[in-house]
């Protein structure tokens, strides 16, 4: 079955220190990938998307990420964290034609340290 | 040019009333999905909707739960006889017909979110 999964509910970090929020997926063939920010209370905000070509992909507010086939991973990163930065990171998949069906994981909440 | 809009932001029910979520796509997109997220959970897909069509509705429940696109207006979820379980965030997303190579992502509405009292 497809899936996405993101193996740490929590990461708290100091403001200005570096992150790496983890996400792996397994599917039949490569999906297409992305990574949603949401504040408390909030909708959902497309942080970056990964469809193919530069496995390095780099999105909104300073964050990036790398597709890596052979670990089925999609790992979000930024270097320089902000207070801002806190809330929940959902990871994304859907398959590369078809549907917009997306499947979701369980999502990191995110804690900064002033 | 308006995003995905979903109305009311917030919606409290007695337990045993009807709820109905209203999702308004993008304009021009043809194609909405619903999704619904629980506290502390992420989104689960509920169903997949063409227009005057349900294309895939394996994520709902049974029972009580409901969904429509219609030729003219808004797409609306509709859950019956409410429960506690059924308090949630409920999205809804839309995306447009896909047209050759051309490669897009779905866009989320801010959601309503459900209380049942």
């Known amino acids: 079955a497809q899936s996405v999964t993101q193996p740490d509910i929590h990461i708290t970090v100091s403001e200005g220190a570096s992150l790496e929020l983890r996400c792996n997926y397994s599917y039949g063939a490569t999906p297409y990938l992305f990574w949603y920010v949401q504040s408390p209370g909030q909708g959902l905000q497309l942080l970056l998307k990964?469809?193919?070509?530069?496995?390095l992909v780099q999105g909104i507010k300073g964050f990036e990420a790398e597709f890596k086939r052979s670990q089925s991973s999609f790992n979000l990163r930024k270097p320089s964290v902000h207070w801002s930065d806190a809330a929940e990171y959902f990871c994304?998949?859907?398959?590369?034609?078809?549907?917009?069906?997306?499947?979701f994981g369980t999502g990191t909440r995110l804690k900064v340290l002033a | 040019n308006a995003g995905v809009m979903q109305n009311p932001r917030h919606l409290v029910r007695r337990r045993g009333q009807e709820a109905r979520l209203r999702c308004s796509p993008v304009k021009g997109h043809s194609h909405v999905y619903w999704y619904r997220q629980l506290p502390e959970e992420g989104l689960k897909f509920m169903v997949y909707?063409?227009?005057?069509?349900?294309?895939?509705e394996s994520g709902m429940p049974k029972e009580r739960f409901s969904a429509e696109f219609p030729k003219e207006g808004p797409s609306i979820l509709r859950i019956q006889q409410v429960v506690r379980g059924d308090s949630a965030a409920y999205f809804c997303?839309?995306?447009?017909?896909?047209?050759?190579?051309?490669?897009?992502?779905?866009?989320f509405g801010q959601g309503t979110r459900l209380t049942v009292v």
């Open positions: 909707l063409q227009k005057e069509n349900i294309i895939d």
């Open positions: 997303a839309s995306s447009p017909q896909s047209q050759g190579s051309s490669v897009t992502e779905a866009f």
């Open positions: 990964y469809f193919s070509g530069d496995t």
């Open positions: 994304a998949a859907r398959r590369a034609s078809g549907t917009y069906k997306y499947i």
